[in-house]
């Protein structure tokens, strides 16, 4: 029930195509789920986060997606471009700061 | 966003040596900090909370003599991995809850350990 499950494992897109990447968990507890972007060698970087009072969010060419009763929320990223190659995490959180990462998804976006 | 730093961001060792990693808040005083270790390709595998001024909380299976975390000030998180072997190798990253934030976690960039 702790798991967050994401899918794909990998991901190739064309320039200025649309990335999505989903995940989906079991556990209603949870109540913050953030996108983490990291690349090869880094921490990860918190891209863009949302709470399960709202449906959608958007920053720039990121969204995320969040469908309650479904359980399920993805990151959509618009325009994608090479420059945003790297892996994504999902996570999930309920009253801590004890997240649960998803498997990742390694994107690649070809010139 | 608040910043968190780690240092060394490598380091290489001979197998029964100790190594110590640092993880420092730099702009933001941090009560609880997390330690995450991450192998090639894989997801991030949260080792261990500390707290400021408390013993560290170990998630199971993680051994607590092996990786000894200390949180002496509000600003810093130790972790010293010891008698290091082969399959210590790993990437090791901090992670610290900022004050201010709302269930937002900073991330530091992560430190690569070899031990030989």
């Known amino acids: 029930q702790q798991q967050v499950k994401q899918s794909p494992q990998s991901l190739i897109v064309q320039k200025g195509g649309i990335s999505i990447i989903n995940c989906a968990y079991e556990?209603?507890?949870?109540?913050?789920f953030p996108w983490y972007q990291q690349f090869p060698g880094k921490g990860p970087a918190l891209l863009i986060a949302?709470?399960?009072?709202?449906s959608e969010k958007k920053e720039g060419r990121f969204t995320i997606s969040f469908n309650k009763s479904a359980k399920q929320f993805s990151l959509h990223i618009m325009d994608s471009q090479p420059g945003d190659s790297a892996t994504y995490f999902c996570a999930a959180s309920g009253g801590t700061y004890k997240y649960i990462f998803g498997t990742g998804t390694r994107l690649k976006v070809l010139a | 966003g608040a910043v968190v730093s780690q240092h060394p961001s490598r380091v290489i060792c001979k197998s029964g040596t100790s190594v110590k990693i640092e993880c420092r808040s730099l702009?933001?005083?941090?009560?609880?900090m997390f330690w995450y270790r991450q192998f090639p390709k894989k997801s991030l595998m949260l080792m261990a909370t500390s707290n400021e001024g408390s013993k560290a909380t170990y998630e199971q299976g993680v051994e607590k003599d092996k990786f000894l975390i200390n949180h002496a000030s509000l600003t810093l998180s130790t972790l010293t991995v010891t008698s290091a072997h082969p399959e210590d190798s790993s990437f090791y990253i901090c992670?610290?809850?900022?004050?201010?934030?709302?269930?937002?976690?900073?991330f530091g960039e992560g430190s690569r350990l070899t031990v030989l």
């Open positions: 556990n209603t507890a949870f109540d913050y």
């Open positions: 992670s610290a809850v900022s004050g201010s934030s709302t269930g937002e976690l900073f």
């Open positions: 949302i709470r399960p009072d709202v």
């Open positions: 702009d933001f005083q941090a009560t609880t």
